[in-house]
């Protein structure tokens, strides 16, 4: 089953933060995030294992909360770069297969 | 190295016809996906191939999509009597599971 992802659509002036979250009816052994810019192929940003764990990719950081079985990515200071679709995929413990959430496109501003 | 390569780059067909996508995963890269992408939506699974076992075709909307794999290399994607609603871009994704998915370039299929 798809996870959910909130908000659908963010925008940002240069230097500001967000939040992204990401949530799943399913017992999880990992989260990803990928970033997809506009007429290319999503790119992998990090992975999330284990409950509480923390990650960061440049000033993008992710957390993960296994027993809510939720994730959120943190956009911090942003950078015109950051710009782009953002997609949470979840692994449940069921079957390992990834399922992605419909996305959260992320617009920067200067 | 090389990543994920996916051909035709695009595809442009008449309703009716049938199409054969390839993927040429990453070397050592035992399991493979391929997902929908229409414009400005998100990313639809179609089928997951993981190593030798049977194939995941849970997300395979009609039985005009099919696909196959030989072993842990090369992937085709079939679409039989191609429909306006397939026109999507077509993404392929290559992972040593539990890792990151390495996505191909994409194929966009446009059926007139």
């Known amino acids: 089953q798809q996870p959910v992802q909130s908000p659908q659509a963010v925008i940002l002036r240069e230097g500001e933060d967000a939040v992204i979250n990401c949530s799943s009816s399913k017992a999880l052994y990992s989260v990803h995030w990928y970033r997809q810019k506009h007429g290319e192929a999503p790119v992998f940003l990090m992975i999330l294992l284990k409950g509480g764990e923390q990650k960061g990719h440049e000033k993008i950081s992710a957390s993960f909360n296994e027993k809510k079985q939720q994730s959120s990515l943190y956009l911090t200071a942003s950078q015109l770069s950051y710009s782009g679709t953002y997609f949470c995929?979840?692994?449940?413990?069921?079957?390992?297969?990834?399922?992605f959430g419909a996305g959260t496109t992320v617009t920067v501003r200067a | 190295g090389a990543g994920v390569s996916q051909s035709p780059s695009n595809k442009v067909t008449e309703k009716g016809k049938d199409v054969e996508l390839r993927c040429d995963p990453i070397?050592?890269?035992?399991?493979l996906y391929w997902y929908r992408q229409r414009l400005g939506q998100g990313l639809e699974f179609l089928i997951y191939?993981?190593?030798?076992?049977?194939?995941?075709k849970s997300g395979l909307p009609s039985d005009r999509f099919s696909a196959e794999r030989t072993g842990e290399s090369v992937s085709t994607l079939t679409i039989q009597r191609t429909q306006q609603e397939d026109s999507a871009v077509y993404l392929c994704?290559?992972?040593?599971?539990?890792?990151?998915?390495?996505f191909g370039p994409g194929t966009r299929l446009t059926v007139t």
């Open positions: 995929g979840t692994e449940s413990r069921d079957d390992y297969k990834l399922s």
């Open positions: 191939f993981q190593g030798n076992s049977a194939p995941d």
């Open positions: 994704a290559s992972s040593p599971p539990p890792y990151e998915q390495y």
């Open positions: 070397s050592g890269h035992t399991a």
